[in-house]
């Protein structure tokens, strides 16, 4: 083996019994790695035409049995290793790798349809009931439309585009440039009719050639109930006229939900903060609470602790995907007066002495406790 030289299989990474598809397979790998486009190292070009050395003759039958035979001398004078980048044109499958790194665009121009339309985003509020149970909104917007003169093509009417003279209608140029490693396409769109192939001769009067005008649209937006705060909702080809023709963009509209002053929400659980006094906490007592389908009795009974919870089943939000409704969970705060009559003082005095030393309730689990409980379980 001459001296300095690399094993080719050691090159390649892959064994002496390695069959020809799977050297194909570690040459392609590796020179996607260090193709000097890519691999922006010092060493890349080197290992680059070393991998391409490599594969030359292993990638060959012929030329692989003279090397397992003889070594680097077996393979001297064939071909290995003098092509340098020039060598590729001989080499099978060369067409995968070379589309891989430019897509193909130097072999075969082809030219670009009409841009797709650019999507617009819409904010709308809504109140706590309204995300809950769902809506229709009437919004107002702006959006760049197809121009009617015209019909979106830019031509004034009865006018045609022209072929683009810089790319010949194909919608990019081709440019050859050589290098130390070879010669290179550089593929790019075309500067004067932006990738379409077409340039506009007469421009209509309306759009100014554009194809597009800007409009203010009105439509109604169904909102499904249980929507929550941050949703969006996706309206397919509501957004702005593509260029040239092109398929319009989407309109999402936004959802942004205002508290409530009563309730708040835990996914789709309603949560709603009863404050009572240290009477109705210790006799029991029927209240009367709002719920998000009206008013209703609930019974506090004897001995409610601060803290506790009561839940109501189903007077929840609606799931947004699926059938019934969260829960609504009353949470107990005892409130402690701040100031009291001389009656309200005497009587609590006469109490307090009947009452002795309190001791600790035994802490019961709230609602979304168990819940968690139950889904790490």
Not at 104 to 117: E, T
């Amino acid at each position: 083996m001459a001296t300095g030289q690399r094993d080719y299989y050691e090159v390649l990474g892959v064994p002496r019994t390695a069959n020809q598809a799977e050297i194909k397979r570690a040459f392609r790998k590796l020179a996607m790695e260090y193709h000097p486009d890519r691999n922006p190292s010092p060493d890349a070009a080197e290992k680059f035409k070393e991998i391409n050395r490599a594969y030359e003759v292993l990638g060959d039958e012929q030329k692989r049995a003279m090397y397992d035979r003889f070594g680097h001398a077996g393979v001297e004078g064939t071909g290995a290793g003098a092509a340098g980048f020039d060598g590729f044109a001989h080499f099978e499958g060369f067409g995968d790798i070379f589309d891989a790194f430019f897509g193909g665009a130097a072999r075969r121009g082809r030219r670009r349809g009409p841009q797709r339309g650019s999507d617009l985003r819409y904010n709308l509020r809504l109140t706590f009931e309204e995300a809950v149970f769902g809506c229709e909104k009437e919004i107002e917007y702006q959006r760049l439309e197809r121009c009617s003169v015209c019909g979106g093509s830019g031509s004034e009417p009865g006018s045609m585009p022209a072929v683009c003279p810089e790319c010949n209608g194909m919608g990019e140029i081709r440019r050859a440039q050589q290098s130390f490693f070879g010669q290179f396409v550089n593929v790019m769109t075309c500067p004067r009719c932006q990738g379409e192939g077409r340039v506009i001769t007469s421009p209509c009067a309306a759009c100014r050639g554009s194809g597009r005008v800007r409009e203010t649209r009105r439509i109604v937006v169904k909102v499904p109930a249980g929507v929550d705060d941050g949703a969006q909702i996706r309206l397919s080809g509501e957004g702005e006229a593509g260029p040239r023709g092109g398929e319009p963009g989407n309109l999402y509209v936004v959802l942004s939900v205002a508290p409530h002053e009563r309730f708040h929400r835990v996914e789709d659980h309603i949560v709603l903060e009863l404050p009572v006094n240290i009477a109705q906490a210790a006799l029991g007592a029927a209240v009367t609470i709002p719920t998000l389908d009206g008013e209703m009795e609930l019974e506090i009974p004897a001995g409610t602790q601060s803290g506790e919870e009561f839940v109501i089943r189903g007077k929840g939000v609606p799931h947004l995907r699926g059938t019934g409704r969260g829960d609504m969970i009353v949470r107990v705060t005892v409130v402690v007066p701040e100031e009291l009559t001389d009656q309200q003082r005497k009587l609590l005095e006469q109490l307090a002495e009947t009452m002795g030393t309190p001791t600790l309730p035994k802490r019961h689990k709230g609602f979304f406790e168990r819940l968690r409980d139950a889904m790490a379980g």
